[in-house]
């Protein structure tokens, strides 16, 4: 088994809590077995040939064309630097 770091919000948290008092069941444990069933549903309509559903996030449209953008990070770190002394 290895060991892995995972931070949730606390309202998340504050429920995985409660379901491991309910269940009596250590917060890992519900947790694992979590994950194995959106694995196995996963799996399963990858199979079938389902179109598999990942969250997305639209943030709006880009600012700046794509092949300029490390230069802006780089510009912007920069002046940060130069700023402060």
């Known amino acids: 088994m290895q060991k892995l770091q995972i ?3 606390e309202p998340q948290m ?3 809590r409660a379901a491991s008092k309910r269940e009596d069941r250590p917060i890992s ?3 694992r077995r979590a994950t194995d069933a959106w694995l196995d549903k ?3 309509d990858y199979e079938k040939g389902q179109e598999i559903d990942v969250p997305t996030f ?3 449209r880009t600012l700046v064309a794509p ?3 490390r230069d802006l990070i780089y510009e912007e770190h920069l002046q ?5 002394g």
Not at 80 to 84: A, G, Q, W, Y
């Open 7 to 9: 931070l949730f919000p």
């Open 67 to 69: 092949e300029n953008l």
């Open 58 to 60: 639209h943030g709006g």
């Open 29 to 31: 444990d519900i947790v």
């Open 80 to 84: 940060h630097k130069l700023s402060r």
């Open 42 to 44: 996963l799996s399963e």
């Open 14 to 16: 504050s429920r995985l």
